[in-house]
Antibody, heavy 122, light 107 residues
Framework: EVQLLESGGGLVQPGGSLRLSCAAS????????MSWVRQAPGKGLEWVSV????????DYADSVKGRFTISRDNSKNTMFLQMNSLRAGDSAVYFC???????????????WGQGTRVTVSS | EIVLTQSPGTLSLSPGESATLSCRAS???????LAWYQQKPGQAPRLLIY???SRATGIPDSFSGSGSGTDFTLTISRLEPEDFAVYYC????????FGQGTKVEIK
């Protein structure tokens, strides 16, 4: 079964850091770009970042550029999101998502994790 | 950045009725890189439609997508109780964006 499982969320103070993980199973992880998408409480979906299958190409939403870093370890079928200089506005459920077609970095997301909650508050 | 505007914000319908959801883009969506997702409370989104009109695996044919350029539509032909949810459109070219969502609620 194709599955994504996020972890690492929690409560952090403004200005703090947090590292999210997304463990993948059931597919050839290295063959697919992966993304992070977040959803603030009661709000809509916001794309955060993407990383290519090899890890050699990344992109970020303007709202997190310079503060967040996406990476992956294909030997461990795991993707990460390092979040620094966190703000209250970063509070959200963070989902990891797999692209539909392996050939594309930007594609529809056919598999989603259950999400991990990040709360930035003093 | 392509801004996606969904309408209406809320659609109140009865089971068995059909639903028509609109998604308008601020500029042309190239190669129909437009997807639709369904999200229920406490759950992750589920891919329904990609490429503007292709159904994802396992999605019933009561769901259909159409449109091109800047105007796209998701149609649910016969609402089942499990179809009441929030629906998002997404542009998935460079710098992906989502619409703000349309809630389909039971009338």
């Amino acid at each position: 079964e194709v599955q994504l499982l996020e972890s690492g969320g929690g409560l952090v103070q403004p200005g703090g850091s947090l590292r999210l993980s997304c463990a993948a199973s059931g597919f050839t992880f290295r063959s697919y770009a992966m993304s992070w998408v977040r959803q603030a409480p009661g709000k809509g979906l916001e794309w955060v970042s993407v990383i290519s299958g090899s890890g050699g190409s990344t992109d970020y939403a303007d709202s997190v550029k310079g503060r967040f870093t996406i990476s992956r370890d294909n030997s461990k079928n795991t993707m990460f999101l390092q979040m620094n200089s966190l703000r209250a506005g970063d509070s959200a459920v963070y989902f990891c998502a797999k692209v539909l077609e392996g050939a594309y970095d930007y594609d529809a997301f056919d598999i989603w994790g259950q999400g991990t909650r990040v709360t930035v508050s003093s | 950045e392509i801004v996606l505007t969904q309408s209406p914000g809320t659609l109140s319908l009865s089971p068995g009725e059909s639903a028509t959801l609109s998604c308008r883009a601020s500029q042309t969506v190239s190669s129909s890189y437009l997807a639709w997702y369904q999200q229920k409370p406490g759950q992750a989104p589920r891919l329904l439609i990609y490429g503007a009109s292709s159904r994802a695996t396992g999605i019933p044919d009561s769901f259909s997508g159409s449109g091109s350029g800047t105007d796209f539509t998701l149609t649910i032909s016969r609402l089942e109780p499990e179809d009441f949810a929030v629906y998002y459109c997404q542009h998935y070219g460079s710098s992906p964006t989502f619409g703000q969502g349309t809630k389909v609620e039971i009338k």
